[in-house]
Each structure stands twice: as C-alpha cells, then as structure tokens.
C-alpha cells in the first residue's frame, strides 16, 4: 500500500483521491475546506512528510472572459495562470524532509513545465508531468478506465519514477491501459492537442450540419455516420454526431490558450483561432434558427433546455448553452430563459416553463454518456407545454401530436 497524498482535491482532484484510497492510504490538502470519506484531509504538513507520493491538482486557471462560453475569438490570446503549480512546489520543497516523487497532473502549455516548474524543484526529489483525460460527471469511472496514461519524464525515457508510477497505476486501472511515456512537452503536448482536436472533429461535424441547413436534402446523421466507419483514413466514432458544440472547462479555454502559444512561438498561422471562431459562428447559426422557429410560431419565448455545458453536472464553464444564448439576446430576442436543475450559474434559469416555448434540447445524456456504459435519455426539465417547438440538436427526439420536433441538421424533405 502506497503513501499518496493530493494537493488541490477540486473537481478531479478529490475524486481521484478517492479513487486512489480504494487500494492506497491517501491524504489530501487545499486551500478550500474539502471533507472525503476516504481520504484524510489535512494541513500541508502533514501531507508532506507522510506521503511518499505528492500528486498535485491544483488550478491552471485561464482569465475572465476565456472559458469559451461567450465569444472570446476576438480578444488577445492568453496563457494559462502558474500560481497554484508554483505554490503547490513551493510547500513541497519547504516541508519535505527527504526525497519524494512528485507527479503533476495540471494542465499546462507545452514548455511550461521544464521553463518554469522544473527548475523550482529542489533537486533531490524525483519529478514527472503525468495530465489526465478525465471529463466532469464521469471523474472517478475515467480515472480507472483511461484511453492511455500520458507520463513525462526529462528526456522521455521510462526513468525510475516513470516506472514506478506505472506500477501504481497498474493496482486501480480496470482497463489494461495504453501508457505513453515522452519528455515533459511532449506529454504537455499531447493532453492538450488531444482536447483540441476534439474541438475540431466537433467543428468539422457542426460545419456539415451547417451545409445541411443550407443546401436542403442532406441529414447530417448520414454523412456522419459514414465518415465515422471511414476507420481506413478517418478513425473512431466519437464525437462524430453532430449537435452542440465542443464545451466545458477545459477544450475551449485550451483552444484559446493554444492561440497564445501559436502567437508566442510564431508559428505563422492560428489554426486554434479558426476552431474557436467556427464554434462561434456555428452557435450564432443556431441561435438565429431559434429566433427564425420563434418567429414562425407567433413570437415564442425561447428556452435553452440544458446550461450546464452538458448534462448530470452543474458546471455552466465554457457552455455552449449560454454561448447559443448570448447570440439569442444579440439577435434581440429578448425573452431567453435556461432550464436546467443542476447549473451553478442561476442567471436566467426558471424553475418551470408555464406557456408554449421553443426550446433548445442542448442536453443528450446517452450521447455524452453511453461510452461508460450509460445509457439512459435525457427526461425533460420540465412540462413542455402543447403548442410548443422542441429544436433537437441531436436529432433523437419524436414529434407528438401536441409538441413538434425539429431534426436541427436533417432538411431530407424539407
Ligand atoms: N476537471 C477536469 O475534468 C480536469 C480534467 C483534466 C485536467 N484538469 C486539470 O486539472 C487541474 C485542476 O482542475 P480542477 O477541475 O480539479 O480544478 P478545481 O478548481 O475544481 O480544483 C482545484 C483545487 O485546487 C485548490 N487550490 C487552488 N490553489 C491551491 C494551492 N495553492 N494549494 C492547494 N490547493 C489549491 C482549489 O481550492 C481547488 O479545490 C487544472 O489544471 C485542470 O486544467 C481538469
């Protein structure tokens, strides 16, 4: 049984803490009161001299006005915040007594851990970059189900601690991960080219949406679907489905952090840019549409169905809900409302909808879901109202005789 302690037990922090005390003896310390079955919480001290293993989760924040979930592609580009890193090795380095091994899992940009962190190290602990491909509301069933397990060393070769740490891992993985070892920017490089590309696979799909709506008898699903089984040149079936844009707290604000990093190292061209735009443009599309079916249907309010940026949480970070939304109130619509019972942000979110509405259904559960094994729908926030309009993104959704639904992305017949 390994000595694990966490600093920073957040949103992934905490849970993977917890996944770890499953098999190993786990202490966690923050800046924020945080309580956990599992794991003992405690001052930094404590954590550093009974750990062995110092993990830390800590903040990599990005500014005001950069997460993505309202237009950002015109503002000058930006890094990511280094504070908490740096306080987190700081308290490492002042308390420990004898050599630990130190493993960071904090988003940063490629370069950043050997121009800034590593030197702040004393040098007799052992060090290694290690981010997660973990997404918010499944934490703990990625953590132990990884698509591979990214390690970084000084000159990527699987040093001691590297391998170490694959030894650890091996006693909480329940899948027999691929484990990917490389130099610290490099492991910097493929956590973050790995969310990206994501954002761009989601705007490619969303622009064929796009081409649907205008050129008329195309569904999007068809042509989806059959790039998606291009497995010869293309690759996998995820996010292949067309519908909300890339969201959340980490692929746009990483998108539009990249747009500093091209900048910085004058790289001539600002490929990050052109997804970030494209996701904004392809939301201010779909908020026109709403206000066209609200129009079409005697002025209806619109309601976003869904404003955390994705269902079962209530993180409404970099949301493509309220990016939709603020070109609904662009475009002078004036009576925009959320429903959503679980998002933190309570602005412009009812409890009940009491008329006919044109709704956005911007959560599907199954599709974000179902690679874990769950499958279940997305049950409505609330009464949906006869005479109302759902907008269905996704394209799952049955019209009744009382409540019609719109395939958003299928003009087959239309
Ligand atoms: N949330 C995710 O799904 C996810 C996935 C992959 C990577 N990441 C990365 O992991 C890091 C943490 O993300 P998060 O979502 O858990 O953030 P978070 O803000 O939810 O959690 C970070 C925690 O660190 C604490 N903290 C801040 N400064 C501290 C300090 N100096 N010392 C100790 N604790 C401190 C905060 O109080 C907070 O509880 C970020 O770099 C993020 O990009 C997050």
């Given at each position: 049984?390994?000595?694990?302690?966490?600093?920073?037990?957040?949103?992934?922090g905490?849970?993977?803490?917890?996944?770890?005390?499953?098999?190993h003896q786990?202490?966690?310390?923050?800046?924020?009161?945080?309580?956990?079955d599992?794991?003992?919480?405690?001052?930094?001290?404590?954590?550093?001299?009974?750990?062995?293993?110092?993990?830390?989760?800590?903040?990599?924040?990005?500014?005001?006005?950069?997460?993505?979930?309202?237009?950002?592609?015109?503002?000058?580009?930006?890094?990511?915040?280094?504070?908490?890193?740096?306080?987190?090795?700081?308290?490492?380095?002042?308390?420990?007594?004898?050599?630990?091994?130190?493993v960071?899992?904090?988003?940063?940009?490629?370069?950043?851990?050997?121009?800034?962190?590593?030197?702040?190290?004393?040098?007799?602990?052992?060090?290694c970059?290690?981010?997660?491909?973990?997404?918010?509301?499944?934490?703990?069933?990625?953590?132990?189900?990884?698509?591979?397990?990214?390690?970084?060393t000084?000159?990527?070769?699987?040093?001691?601690?590297a391998?170490?740490?694959?030894?650890?891992?091996?006693?909480?993985?329940?899948?027999?991960?691929?484990?990917?070892?490389g130099?610290?920017?490099?492991?910097?490089?493929?956590?973050?080219?790995?969310?990206?590309?994501?954002s761009?696979?989601?705007?490619?799909?969303?622009?064929?949406?796009?081409?649907?709506?205008?050129?008329?008898?195309?569904?999007?699903?068809?042509?989806?679907?059959?790039?998606?089984?291009?497995?010869?040149?293309i690759?996998?079936?995820?996010?292949?489905?067309?519908?909300?844009?890339d969201?959340?707290?980490?692929?746009?604000r990483?998108?539009?952090?990249l747009?500093?990093?091209?900048?910085?190292?004058?790289?001539?061209?600002?490929?990050?840019?052109?997804?970030?735009?494209?996701?904004?443009?392809?939301?201010?599309?779909?908020?026109?549409?709403?206000?066209?079916?609200?129009?079409?249907?005697?002025?209806?309010?619109?309601?976003?169905?869904?404003?955390?940026?994705?269902?079962?949480?209530?993180?409404?970070?970099?949301?493509?809900?309220?990016?939709?939304?603020?070109?609904?109130?662009?475009?002078?619509?004036?009576e925009?409302?959320?429903?959503?019972?679980?998002?933190?942000?309570?602005?412009?979110?009812?409890?009940?909808?009491?008329?006919?509405?044109?709704?956005?259904?911007?959560?599907?559960?199954?599709?974000?879901?179902?690679?874990?094994?769950?499958?279940?729908?997305?049950?409505p926030?609330?009464d949906?109202?006869?005479?109302?309009?759902?907008?269905?993104?996704?394209?799952?959704?049955?019209?009744?005789?009382?409540?019609?639904?719109?395939?958003?992305?299928?003009?087959?017949?239309?």
């Amino acid at each position: 049984m390994a000595k694990i302690g966490f600093i920073g037990i957040g949103k992934l922090g905490l849970d993977c803490a917890e996944v770890m005390a499953e098999k190993h003896q786990v202490w966690g310390y923050d800046i924020y009161p945080r309580t956990s079955d599992l794991v003992k919480v405690c001052g930094i001290e404590e954590l550093v001299n009974e750990s062995e293993w110092i993990f830390i989760a800590v903040p990599t924040p990005h500014a005001e006005g950069y997460d993505g979930s309202v237009p950002s592609s015109h503002m000058e580009p930006r890094d990511f915040g280094h504070d908490a890193v740096i306080d987190a090795i700081k308290n490492v380095n002042k308390y420990a007594n004898d050599s630990k091994k130190i493993v960071l899992i904090s988003t940063v940009l490629p370069g950043t851990t050997r121009n800034k962190f590593v030197p702040l190290i004393d040098s007799k602990h052992q060090f290694c970059y290690n981010p997660y491909l973990i997404a918010m509301g499944s934490v703990k069933w990625d953590m132990a189900h990884p698509e591979m397990v990214i390690i970084g060393t000084e000159d990527g070769s699987l040093t001691g601690v590297a391998g170490k740490l694959i030894d650890l891992y091996k006693t909480i993985m329940q899948n027999d991960p691929r484990y990917e070892v490389g130099t610290w920017d490099e492991c910097e490089a493929i956590k973050i080219f790995y969310n990206t590309f994501i954002s761009a696979k989601v705007g490619l799909v969303n622009m064929i949406q796009d081409f649907a709506l205008r050129i008329g008898n195309i569904n999007v699903d068809v042509v989806t679907n059959a790039l998606a089984r291009s497995t010869m040149r293309i690759m996998g079936p995820k996010y292949m489905t067309a519908g909300m844009g890339d969201a959340g707290a980490c692929h746009p604000r990483d998108n539009i952090a990249l747009r500093w990093l091209a900048k910085e190292y004058d790289i001539g061209y600002d490929l990050f840019d052109t997804v970030m735009h494209a996701r904004e443009i392809q939301a201010e599309n779909l908020a026109k549409y709403l206000i066209k079916v609200s129009e079409e249907n005697g002025n209806l309010p619109i309601v976003i169905h869904g404003k955390a940026y994705k269902p079962d949480v209530e993180y409404c970070i970099g949301s493509y809900s309220t990016l939709v939304g603020h070109y609904v109130t662009k475009h002078g619509h004036a009576e925009l409302k959320y429903i959503d019972p679980l998002a933190d942000d309570p602005t412009d979110v009812v409890d009940n909808v009491n008329c006919p509405a044109v709704f956005l259904w911007a959560h599907n559960r199954k599709i974000t879901y179902e690679y874990t094994g769950n499958q279940a729908d997305t049950h409505p926030y609330c009464d949906i109202l006869p005479g109302s309009v759902i907008v269905d993104p996704w394209r799952k959704l049955e019209s009744s005789s009382d409540v019609k639904v719109i395939h958003y992305g299928n003009t087959r017949g239309a």
